[in-house]
């Protein structure tokens, strides 16, 4: 059984997608937009510390430092990837390639 997206949906997608763009960059106050978002990773943190303020803003800055290590962990894999296509790359052109006659 495979699934289809109905055909409807498919044809909108762009304008509602356009839409959101808009709304986004119409907003007065985006702070005030993000607040509730904002209050309730608070209140996860704040939770998960058993109400301890204290012992939820370590636990927050322990969670943003996990994140920064796999966004730095990630750019690097991607600047060593980048680096190995590149020597292959000069090696190819170098030695004339596949293409050569």
Known sequence: MS???PH???RTYPRRCHRG???WAHTPD???RTAPARAALDR???D???GDPVRAAHLRKAHF???ALKSAQSRRKIKEATAVAE???AELSAGGGPDAA
Do not use: H, M, P
């Open 48 to 50: 998960a510390a058993g």
């Open 3 to 5: 699934w289809e997206a």
């Open 8 to 10: 409807d949906s498919i």
């Open 87 to 89: 020597t292959v790359e």
């Open 21 to 23: 763009a808009l709304s």
């Open 65 to 67: 430092q996990r994140l």
């Open 44 to 46: 996860k943190f704040l």
């Open 30 to 32: 985006r702070s005030a």
